[in-house]
């Protein structure tokens, strides 16, 4: 018999084996817990939105009052008894 048929044969046995027993209330604890994992995702995403958000103002603001685009003028001046 092949590697994947033992396998296959020995999944069947488990499958065909008493159950166990699971909690009563598993499937609304498990909801539960998928509506709160839900929440924090959608509460980090709208967190990260924000802080994005507040990077390109922050970057806006301060690229309009440095100017980065301009060359600086020149620190020195040529004298003028060339």
Do not use: N
């Amino acid at each position: 018999m092949s590697r994947g048929g033992d396998r296959e044969d020995e999944v069947r046995r488990m499958l065909d084996g008493p159950h166990p027993q699971v909690p009563a209330d598993l499937a609304r604890w498990a909801a539960e817990r998928g509506s709160g994992m839900l929440r924090r995702r959608l509460f980090a995403r709208r967190l990260m939105l924000l802080v994005a958000c507040a990077a390109v103002v922050a970057f806006t603001v301060w690229a309009m009052a440095a100017h980065p685009w301009q060359v600086p003028p020149a620190e020195t001046t040529p004298s003028e008894g060339w």
